[in-house]
T-cell receptor, first 109, second 115 residues
Framework: DAKTTQPTSMDCAEGRAANLPCNHS???????VYWYRQIHSQGPQYIIH???NNETNEMASLIITEDRKSSTLILPHATLRDTAVYYC??????????FGAGTILRVKS | NAGVMQNPRHLVRRRGQEARLRCSPM?????VYWYRQLPEEGLKFMVY????????ESGMPKERFSAEFPKEGPSILRIQQVVRGDSAAYFC?????????????FGQGTRLTVV
């Protein structure tokens, strides 16, 4: 089963930063945190992943707490097209990605 | 570099027929994962394959479902004697190597409808 806990849904104003939290209190030392999103039943889209350092790419930033028990995905300037289900995943042994229910992010104008 | 290609995008089958779903991984990727998403539900892991090997099939139903990833050609998810409950979106993902530090990329899925 998924090892993460996320809020069911969040709203964000267009142009503002969207901060999506995730709890993963049972994460092991060598397990990575991955974020994907799924827009309207399309294939899941990879966003970012990290182990313990903060990460940034062209899509988002990932902030992982020092104890690694939680993380936050930041979309710096949310647009309407960022409305999607966002999944926080701890990659378990055996390499597969186990998806939970995710957070429904609604970006509103 | 083309992404993960799945075909067909939509497939309609009558109850009792066979469904074959194909997945061509990204170039250079030798690991393939299959997921199923029932209507209004989340993605459920089905099976993980490397070339010519099934690594983890813990999410595969015990009957009627099989998967392969031959040395040449795409990965195939095969569903025999389909039933209405098999109607779902089936997604395939690929990654280049066995590592927890390597992202997997998904295709756009095959939507199977059983009538």
């Amino acid at each position: 089963d998924a090892k993460t806990t996320q809020p069911t849904s969040m709203d964000c104003a267009e142009g503002r930063a969207a901060n999506l939290p995730c709890n993963h209190s049972t994460i092991s030392g060598n397990e990575y945190v991955y974020w994907y999103r799924q827009i309207h039943s399309q294939g899941p889209q990879y966003i970012i992943h990290g182990l313990k350092n903060n990460e940034t790419n062209e899509m988002a930033s990932l902030i992982i707490t020092e104890d690694r028990k939680s993380s936050t995905l930041i979309l710096p300037h949310a647009t309407l097209r960022d409305t999607a289900v966002y999944y926080c995943i701890v990659r378990v042994d055996g390499n597969k990605l186990v998806f939970g229910a995710g957070t429904i992010l609604r970006v509103k104008s | 570099n083309a992404g993960v290609m799945q075909n067909p995008r939509h497939l309609v089958r009558r109850r009792g027929q066979e469904a074959r779903l194909r997945c061509s991984p990204m170039k250079g990727h030798s690991h393939v994962y299959w997921y199923r998403q029932l209507p209004e539900e989340g993605l459920k892991f089905m099976v993980y394959l490397q070339k010519e090997n099934i690594i983890d099939e813990s999410g595969m139903p015990k009957e009627r479902f099989s998967a392969e990833f031959p040395k040449e050609g795409p990965s195939i998810l095969r569903i025999q004697q389909v039933v209405r409950g098999d109607s779902a979106a089936y997604f395939c993902a690929s990654s280049p190597q066995l590592s927890m530090n390597t992202e997997a990329f998904f295709g756009q899925g095959t939507r199977l409808t059983v009538v």
